[in-house]
Nanobody
Framework: QVLLVESGGGLVQPGGSLRLSCAASGRTASLTTMGWYRQAPGKQRELVASLSVPTGTRKDYADAVKGRFTISRGSTQHTIYLQMNSLAPEDTAVYYC??????????WGQGTQVTVSS
């Protein structure tokens, strides 16, 4: 069993920044990748960024966030952060932490709302 606990999110003006965090607990030795997805109203959930764990050597980003968002690993191997800069209204969504377990399983956090509005 793996539990993901997210924090961060909120309301920010266009051009602003936010940082999301996600901490995994439980059977974390089986995790291979952690990352962030987002889902805007009426749209499908999409990958934002992902990071290989525990090494953190591989990072992937959606084209829409490259150069603005940075995914990183915390001081513990199974805590990740998403630093979001130059936020725009189209970044408004519920952001979900995701962890891949072995080859075929995955688990999700509860989601955190990010709203970019003036």
């Amino acid at each position: 069993q793996v539990l993901l606990v997210e924090s961060g999110g909120g309301l920010v003006q266009p051009g602003g920044s936010l940082r999301l965090s996600c901490a995994a607990s439980g059977r974390t030795a089986s995790l291979t990748t952690m990352g962030w997805y987002r889902q805007a109203p009426g749209k499908q959930r999409e990958l934002v960024a992902s990071l290989s764990v525990p090494t953190g050597t591989r990072k992937d980003y959606a084209d829409a966030v490259k150069g603005r968002f940075t995914i990183s690993r915390g001081s513990t191997q199974h805590t990740i952060y998403l630093q979001m800069n130059s936020l725009a209204p189209e970044d408004t969504a519920v952001y979900y932490c995701n962890a891949k377990i072995g080859r075929f399983a995955e688990t999700w956090g509860q989601g955190t709302q990010v709203t970019v509005s003036s």
